[in-house]
């Protein structure tokens, strides 16, 4: 059974850094592209990073700021954020790209001064 559990989050002031994890048990991330997803309060939840062998992808919001990465050996997927604004506040979840795995509990991450 596929399990995805995230970490990381917090509370941070604006232009501020957080570094999220996602460590995976049951796939294997090479064989998939994987990405991060958001959920803001009355927000649909949306896909704002994402990688493969390929290359990766951020959407337009944080492209700059964030920084999507894997640890193949340790499966294990990463997100760098800098320059943190109050709008990157949300909980924050990892899954395949499209959506083909339960998830996780998330990890908040709240920026605020």
């Known amino acids: 059974q596929v399990q995805l559990v995230e970490s990381g989050g917090g509370l941070v002031q604006p232009g501020g850094s957080l570094r999220l994890s996602c460590a995976a048990s049951?796939?294997?991330?090479?064989?998939?592209?994987m990405g991060w997803y958001r959920q803001a309060p009355g927000k649909q939840r949306e896909l704002v990073a994402s990688?493969?062998?390929?290359?990766?992808w951020c959407a337009d919001s944080v492209k700059g700021r964030f920084t999507i990465s894997r640890d193949i050996a340790k499966n294990t997927l990463n997100l760098q954020m800098n320059s943190l604004i109050p709008e990157d506040t949300a909980v924050y979840y990892c899954?395949?790209?499209?959506?083909?795995?339960?998830w996780g509990q998330g990890t908040q991450v709240t920026v605020s001064s």
């Open positions: 899954n395949a790209v499209p959506v083909r795995h339960l």
């Open positions: 049951g796939i294997i991330f090479s064989i998939y592209t």
């Open positions: 990688i493969r062998s390929g290359g990766t």
